[in-house]
Nanobody, 114 residues
């Protein structure tokens, strides 16, 4: 299986970005798909996910600012990020998560300037 992110870049504080994720070859008809991020010197942390049944979960620090949208048939997902802050600067990773395995993308850099 393969997971590929796109859409990162540089944005000013208060701006918006939309990240895209494309999965392929996931050998499961129902799997979770979501986003993590890793800032310099910090551990990778959970951002948002959509479970196999459509339930969505968000980290507290992005509620009301970030929104995920998934196209199951297309095996794709977007992460719409609004009201970005410098502390949102990180490499953002998409993952596809069928039972017992998690596939990661290579990550896309998001930089928020103050």
């Amino acid at each position: 299986a393969q997971v590929t992110e796109s859409g990162g870049g540089l944005v000013q504080t208060g701006g918006s970005l939309r990240l895209s994720c494309q999965a392929s070859g996931v050998s499961s008809s129902a799997y979770a798909m979501g986003w993590f991020r890793q800032a310099p010197g910090k551990e990778r942390e959970f951002v948002a996910t959509e479970a196999w049944n459509g339930d969505k979960y968000y980290a507290d620090f992005v509620k009301g600012r970030f929104t995920i949208a998934r196209d199951i048939g297309a095996e794709s997902m977007t992460l719409q990020m609004n009201s970005l802050q410098p502390e949102d600067t990180a490499v953002y990773y998409c993952n596809a998560h069928p039972p017992l395995v998690r596939y990661w993308g290579q990550g896309t850099q998001v930089t928020v300037s103050s």
